[in-house]
């Protein structure tokens, strides 16, 4: 009988080889890798506005929302939030992962067709395989490779007895790039597929007071046919949690069947009220989103010039592509060691060791000006080894 201590050992042993290990790290630096995209995590207002609410609310909702765990003001933000970015209704769950990971597996069956994205978000992925819908991968990106397969769908099944799902990311958090997403809608039109958006990294950064890109790209009426968007509080509100914005029925739906939202605790209660305060001024910050989209551009431009290898992002995430894990490695420990906390991104995680460089308000144009220079000279290191 194999021995799982010894087991465990010769995965890791496998993982380090690899040079894939994993560990956890304390931050330090200027912040080049997290996803505070509008600094509102560490935003002065929003300490005031706790320490005024500290003594209202108890520590922990201690238990599910359908139990004890629900407040009034989850309720409200539920309420402001799906008013803001024009829907019926939203659901507040605990994580980003759980609105994705359960949304899909509460929608989705073995008797259905889900057309992924093959690049998107291990929440959606993973929500995919548990709900044994029957996948249907299309190429990253790739519109004209998921009309074909809509289309061999619906030669197979041209009664529609099966239903069609397609769900994407609005931005993708490791490419920093966007689909098309008039010709998504057309397709959704053409075809009648329920669509889900994850709007995660996208949601306080583009679109009419930081809305998203469906608010930048699309019509009104374009973005209230969209059945299901995913939103999260853990990126540009700077606080925790995922939102789930849908119809009333679709809302109703889902605090029934979803079991990640009726078997997990409810979020904290301070949460909420935090959430709906950082929605506010959220809105409010316009400047600082054409300051930040702006110095996306110079980052990109230098490093382009400056002989860098980087994806095609259309965004404030901007991946630095390396050939090996080893080199990703000891770029980002480089940096690290000069008060540039940028991180390694290695698969699985994605198919190209990088650094994944994510910007966010609170950077400025000598940040990224020191980040190339500290980048060219970590290169002439590597290369003299």
């Known amino acids: ?44 207002s929003m300490l005031e506005f706790f320490q005024s609410k500290k003594d209202i609310y108890p520590f922990g909702s201690t238990a599910s929302r359908l139990v004890r765990g629900n407040t009034g003001s989850m309720d409200q933000f539920e ?28 929608i989705a069956a073995p008797d259905c067709y889900l057309f992924t994205d ?25 519109l004209v490779h998921l009309r074909s397969l809509l289309e061999k769908v619906d030669a197979e099944d041209p009664l529609h007895k099966k239903k069609r799902i397609v769900v994407t990311e609005t931005l993708f ?11 998504l809608l057309s397709l959704k039109k053409e075809f009648g597929f329920v669509l889900v958006l994850d709007e995660a990294h996208a949601f306080g950064i583009y679109g009419e007071e930081g809305k998203g890109l469906v608010f930048r790209d699309l019509t009104l009426s374009e973005i209230q046919s969209i059945d299901y968007r995913v939103y999260t509080l853990g990126k540009s509100l700077g606080l925790e949690g995922g939102i789930i914005v849908t119809k009333k029925i679709g809302r109703d739906h889902l605090v029934n069947v979803m079991r990640s939202f009726i078997f997990s605790t409810a979020p904290l209660p301070m949460i909420s009220k935090l959430a709906s305060y950082s929605l506010k001024l959220l809105s409010s ?3 600082e989103r054409e300051d930040l989209l702006k110095i996306a551009e110079s980052l990109k431009s230098s490093l382009v010039r400056n002989g860098f290898s980087i994806t095609e992002s259309t965004s404030h995430i901007i991946p630095l592509l390396l050939e090996t894990e080893k080199e990703a490695l000891f770029y980002a420990t480089g940096l690290q060691e000069k008060g540039l906390d940028v991180r390694a991104i290695r698969p699985p995680t994605v198919p190209t060791p990088r650094l994944r460089i994510s910007l966010n308000a609170k950077i400025k144009l000598n940040d990224i000006d020191r980040l190339v220079e500290e980048l060219i000279l970590v290169r002439e ?5």
Not at 81 to 95: C, D
Not at 173 to 183: A, F, H, R, V, Y
Request: charged share 30%.
């Open 79 to 106: 309420s402001e939030f799906a008013k803001f970015v024009e829907g019926e209704a939203a659901l507040l769950v605990s994580t980003g992962f759980t609105a994705n990971f359960g949304l899909l597996d509460s």
């Open 1 to 44: 009988m194999a021995n799982h201590w010894e087991e465990i050992q010769k995965k890791l042993d496998s993982i380090r080889e690899k040079q894939l290990f994993r560990e956890t790290k304390t931050y330090q630096g200027i912040d080049f890798c997290s996803n505070d995209y509008m600094g509102l995590a560490t935003n002065p």
């Open 173 to 183: 958090s490791m490419d920093g790039d966007s689909p098309d997403l008039k010709t």
């Open 285 to 287: 910050m316009d400047k």
């Open 381 to 385: 290191k590597w290369r003299s080894l």
């Open 118 to 142: 093959r690049l998107n978000h291990a929440s959606i992925l993973d929500g995919i395989r548990i709900s044994g819908a029957q996948k249907k991968y299309y190429h990253h990106l790739d």
